[in-house]
């Protein structure tokens, strides 16, 4: 009846005074004082004129339908007619974040529908270039609880409030009928109470490209993007709208996981060289991450530590160029580098040496361009642990070979050219320790450009460490090279062929040069019958000059007296022929040799047989005064 009173008094104009609440809401001055009693004639009398003369519910606070009978998404408006009982003293707390319950205090109504709206209030970014869509600026609570008779109402902040100031209103009505409003205390503010941590940026390091981007790995993250707000060396980043990135902004998305910021058309302008990283999510700021946007493409460093590389080949080659001008034509500075002169083959203590000093350049190179130009460091990186070692170790095993073959002598020569099968034999005979020791260094350097140059130059910071026990493998295997090069006799290295056709006389020079070897033209062997008896006691040739080395020669002549039919046939006196002489260890040696007719002379020599002299491709010796070279290997 008290709620009939107010209504009527309130459509007949009452004049009694009203005076403003605590909570600025208008209340009659009567309802300060106790009313006075009412008879039951006078109530029934009042009830019949409520009922004549108050308009529709519906009409007094119901929002208007948008154009063509859609509903309106613009917030409720409040109706003209204020309600002077409902009123609200505090609003409690003032501060609050995403799921926390709110109570208001006050005089409500308890048997009608209650819902809260909070308005954002003006609060335009500055920094913001081309800032992201703004969000619906208010937001509907329609869940409110009234207890205490109509003293209190609690509701929860909803999960779609954003972190901002807003000022709230009450809306009261009964079911989609809105018949008052009342603005609570405010300001009110929605803040961020947990605690951001920016786990990682991946990738530490971008690369230049037409769409730059990372992932910010972090706790805390909001589930709305632009409450998320980057910071680069403490300067606000603002977002972009979706579409194509204007001026200094990123565009960022929010992944499923709710952990990953990810983000995309990093602007360059920005985002040059090492930067540091943070967040803030409301009021909450991370700690700063470093982030670095390469000045070169990924592929960069590698191409440049190869031209570095080869660049250096072609100084050391231009320097040692006039050495290659003695040897035979078509003998290369790459193939010279690795080839005994004194055996005419490759050398595996050079190759050992070669390999392990060009994979280090690369591999110190490559972490220095690395660094440098996309890591943004331009500080000189340190030597990985025991990659010396290593150095020492090949360094080492090559200048022993030098003086175990000088003391020992050189392996055999093997086939009539150079070839890979060098690295693996001597002379012709495959050496265990050889190839173990191949293998290890094959191995080793592989490995080691492979860790080093197949790591990103983005996360590349030192180059592989040597382990100890590949350390201690290493000087084993060189130990057992060494220790082969000791125990094993020296081999025959021919370093030339002299024929004279009559009766076949043939004297070879070289070293190590056993009398007993076996003795071959072409595929033939010449047997202990086919030399002469007198000039060849026992079938075996004569020695011409003995080598310093008991047992082997550095000139033998033999004398064949028995010969197939075919060597007496012009054509196989045209072509080229191959001696080959296998010590009695199996170490062999071949030079090719040609034999001419006797009676083809050469100008001045009447009757006289005619010589030919065959020399090794790599030899410098050979000439007609029968000087002999001395071994010089280091394989």
């Not at 006078?42 to 208007?64: V, W, Y």
């Not at 004194?342 to 000093?357: D, G, I, R, V």
């Not at 025959?492 to 007993?516: F, Q, Y």
């Not at 010590?583 to 047989?609: E, H, I, R, Y």
Request: hydrophobic share 45%.
């Amino acid at each position: 009846m008290r709620t009939i009173e107010r209504a009527i008094r309130a459509k007949t104009c009452d004049p009694r005074p009203t005076h403003v609440g605590a909570a600025g809401t208008s209340r009659s001055a009567g309802a300060a004082r106790s009313r006075p009693r009412t008879s039951p004639f006078m109530r029934i009398t009042l009830l019949a004129a409520a009922l004549l003369l108050a308009p529709p519910l519906h009409a007094q606070g119901a929002p208007a339908a948008a154009p063509g009978g859609e509903r309106s998404t613009s917030p409720p408006a409040a109706p003209s007619r204020v309600d002077p009982r409902p009123w609200a003293q505090v609003v409690s707390p003032m501060q609050a974040t995403r799921g926390e319950m709110i109570t208001i205090t006050g005089d409500f109504p308890r048997d009608a529908a209650i819902e809260i709206l909070f308005v954002r209030q003006a609060t335009a970014v500055a920094d913001s270039l081309q800032p992201l869509p703004a969000p619906q600026p208010w937001t509907r609570v329609r869940e409110v609880v009234v207890r205490d008779s109509g003293k209190t109402l609690q509701f929860v902040i909803p999960v779609e409030a954003r972190f901002d100031t807003y000022q709230l209103s009450a809306l009261f009505g009964r079911g989609a009928e809105q018949a008052d409003s009342i603005a609570l205390p405010g300001p009110f503010q929605v803040v961020n109470r947990t605690a951001v941590k920016l786990n990682a940026v991946v990738p530490a390091v971008g690369f230049p490209g037409d769409s730059m981007q990372a992932s910010l790995v972090a706790d805390g993250l909001s589930p709305f993007a632009d409450e998320n707000r980057v910071l680069v060396n403490g300067r606000l980043i603002p977002a972009c709208a979706t579409g194509p990135a204007a001026g200094a902004c990123i565009r960022q998305e929010v992944l499923p996981d709710g952990h990953t910021l990810h983000l995309t058309a990093l602007p360059r302008s920005i985002f040059r060289g090492p930067v540091k990283v943070r967040l803030r999510v409301g009021e909450q700021l991370s700690d700063e991450l470093p982030f670095t946007i390469s000045r070169v493409n990924e592929r960069t460093p590698l191409l440049y530590a190869l031209l570095m590389l080869a660049l250096l080949g072609t100084v050391v080659g231009l320097m040692l160029r006039p050495l290659t001008r003695g040897m035979r034509r078509g003998t290369g500075l790459l193939r010279a580098a690795f080839l005994d002169t004194a055996t005419n083959t490759y050398s595996l203590s050079k190759l050992q040496f070669y390999l392990w000093t060009a994979a280090a350049l690369l591999g110190y190179t490559y972490l220095t361009i690395s660094r440098s130009l996309v890591q943004g460091d331009f500080t000189l990186p340190d030597v990985p642990r025991n990659l010396p070692g290593i150095l020492l170790i090949t360094a080492g095993t090559s200048v022993l070979a030098v003086g175990i073959t000088g003391a020992r002598g050189s392996k055999g020569a093997g086939g009539m050219h150079p070839s890979a099968a060098d690295f693996l034999t001597t002379g012709g005979v495959v050496a265990p320790e050889r190839l173990q020791f191949f293998v290890w260094t094959v191995i080793g350097v592989g490995a080691f450009l492979l860790l080093t140059l197949f790591t990103s130059p983005a996360r590349i910071d030192t180059l592989p460490s040597v382990p100890e026990g590949f350390l201690y493998l290493m000087g084993i295997s060189s130990a057992g090279y060494l220790g082969g090069k000791l125990a094993r006799p020296p081999g025959p290295v021919l370093n030339r062929v002299e024929a004279v056709m009559g009766s076949l006389e043939v004297r070879l020079e070289g070293t190590h040069l056993s009398p007993d070897a076996t003795l071959q033209i072409d595929t033939t062997e010449l047997l202990a019958r086919m030399l002469d008896a007198e000039k060849n006691p026992n079938g075996r040739p004569a020695v011409a000059v003995a080598d310093e080395q008991a047992g082997f020669a550095r000139a033998l002549e033999l004398y064949v007296t028995i010969m197939p039919d075919e060597w007496a046939r012009p054509e196989w006196l045209a072509r080229e022929h191959t001696f080959t002489i296998i010590n009695p260890d199996g170490q062999k040696a071949v030079l090719p040799f040609q034999v001419t007719s006797p009676t083809t002379l050469p100008t001045g020599q009447a009757g006289g047989p005619m010589t030919t002299t065959a020399t090794t491709d790599a030899t410098t010796s050979g000439d007609a005064s029968g000087s002999l070279p001395a071994a010089s290997d280091t394989r």
